[in-house]
Structure formats: C-alpha cells, structure tokens
C-alpha cells in the first residue's frame, strides 16, 4: 500500500485530507509539528509527503530541507494564497508540487496521484545521454561523468525531457504540459526547476552551456555546446 505522510497541524483540514486520501487506497500517516513530521519522514517507507509550510516547532521549509538530505521522498506543500515568496521558497528547497489553500481533498488527490505516476520508474524508457549526462529512466537514476545526481522528481523528469529533446526550444508553458502534465499553473515553478537543475548539471551554472536560455522564448537544451 502506497504510504502518504501528511504533516498538517489544523485538523480541520488535515482530516478531511486524510479521509480523501484513505478512500483511495492510501495508508496516510498524520503528523501535526515539524520535528515529529521529519522523524517519520526520515524513517524510511513513505512514498510521498503532504508538507504545510507553516508547521509549528520547525516549518516546512526546513522539514523539507532536511527531508532532502536524506533521499529523493516527493514533497507537495501546502501553501496560503498569496504567499508567491514562500512557494518559491518550497520549490527552491526541492519541493516537486504545492497546492495553495484553499483547496479541496480532491484537488489534493488528484495532484498526489500525478506525481507519484511520474516518480514511478516507466518501465520502457531506454537510457539517455549526451554531454556527460545520462539518465536511466526505469531505475531513476541521473549521473554526470560518471557521479550520481541528487535530483527530486520534477529535476530528473526535466533533465530527461531535454536529453530526450536536444536543439529545439521550449517555452515554459511547454515545459509545464509536458514535464507536469498541466495545461495551467504558475509559470515561475518551471522557472525555478530549470534554476535548480543548472545548478547540478552545469559546470558553471551563472553561464549555463547546456540548458540555455532562449529570450522570448524559453528554454533549449544544447549538448553541443558543453564539447570543448
């Protein structure tokens, strides 16, 4: 049984979550700090967490800092309207999704089910590579010359995409659809994806070679360029 990690502390809206998710099939696990919520995170055996920002004891920026140093664990936070700087923030730290309160259990659902689909490996993908990079996409596995990446979910998923799709140019809209598999959301998550990634894949991430950007446009992915 898939297991969920839901660090919420208002119960008005952690239970109802967690009956949504429960209906489903989920075994969720409810915690209402930030030190109890990271504990049983770091445990081992989840699959996903549910993460507010605003946990008391230790806030969910820093449980999901923490949570990263540990291992690739998805992370969807749970932000207020509003608050741009604070989702940001949880994208920066590595969190793959965030929903914006309020919203309702299905809402949440629906985004659990999107990202554990795609941090499940395909099972057809054959192995990818071009300038030092490869990715292995049934083992979810991405090394540069040889040293395994600590990319989260929407990294190595972005990564593949561009291995995939070297030379041509892609808005983030683009990217949005076919990386998240959102035809709407809030542009400034591709953004910060790409900016992390840089800083992992590219030697000198303030002068990327590889993930390139294109003015007006967006982004391209040009592993010729990384030859010298």
Same mark, same amino acid.
């Given at each position: 049984?898939?297991?969920?990690?839901?660090?919420?502390?208002?119960?008005?809206?952690?239970?109802?979550?967690?009956?949504?998710?429960?209906?489903?099939? *989920? #075994?969720?696990?409810?915690?209402?700090?930030?030190?109890?919520?990271?504990?049983?995170?770091?445990? $081992?055996?989840?699959?996903?967490?549910?993460?507010?920002?605003?946990?008391?004891?230790?806030?969910?920026?820093?449980?999901?800092?923490?949570?990263?140093?540990?291992?690739?664990?998805?992370?969807?936070?749970?932000?207020?309207?509003?608050?741009?700087?604070?989702?940001?923030?949880?994208? #920066?730290?590595?969190?793959?999704? *965030?929903?914006?309160?309020?919203?309702?259990?299905?809402?949440?659902?629906?985004?659990?089910?999107?990202?554990?689909?795609?941090?499940?490996?395909?099972?057809?993908?054959?192995?990818?590579?071009?300038? $030092?990079?490869?990715? #292995?996409?049934?083992?979810?596995?991405?090394?540069?010359?040889?040293?395994?990446?600590?990319?989260?979910?929407?990294?190595?998923?972005?990564?593949?995409?561009?291995?995939?799709?070297?030379?041509?140019? *892609?808005?983030?809209?683009?990217?949005?659809? #076919?990386?998240?598999?959102?035809?709407? $959301?809030?542009?400034?998550?591709?953004?910060?994806?790409?900016?992390?990634?840089?800083?992992?894949?590219?030697?000198?991430?303030?002068?990327?070679?590889?993930?390139?950007?294109?003015?007006?446009? $967006? *982004?391209?992915?040009?592993?010729?360029?990384?030859?010298?």
């Amino acid at each position: 049984m898939t297991r969920v990690l839901l660090a919420e502390d208002d119960a008005s809206i952690s239970e109802p979550l967690a009956r949504a998710l429960r209906r489903e099939g *989920y #075994e969720v696990e409810v915690r209402e700090d930030g030190p109890t919520a990271l504990d049983a995170g770091m445990q $081992g055996g989840v699959d996903l967490v549910v993460l507010d920002l605003g946990l008391p004891g230790m806030d969910g920026l820093e449980v999901c800092r923490r949570m990263r140093d540990g291992g690739p664990v998805p992370v969807i936070m749970l932000t207020a309207r509003g608050d741009e700087d604070d989702r940001i923030l949880g994208l #920066e730290v590595g969190a793959d999704d *965030y929903v914006t309160k309020p919203f309702s259990p299905r809402e949440l659902v629906l985004r659990v089910e999107s990202v554990l689909r795609r941090s499940r490996p395909a099972g057809t993908g054959h192995r990818l590579a071009a300038a $030092g990079l490869a990715v #292995e996409p049934e083992a979810r596995r991405a090394t540069k010359k040889g040293a395994e990446l600590a990319l989260t979910l929407r990294e190595f998923d972005l990564l593949a995409f561009f291995l995939r799709n070297p030379g041509r140019a *892609y808005s983030r809209e683009d990217l949005m659809r #076919e990386v998240w598999g959102w035809d709407f $959301g809030d542009l400034s998550t591709v953004t910060v994806h790409v900016r992390r990634l840089r800083g992992k894949v590219e030697d000198d991430p303030a002068r990327p070679r590889l993930i390139q950007t294109v003015w007006g446009v $967006g *982004y391209r992915f040009e592993p010729d360029e990384a030859v010298s």
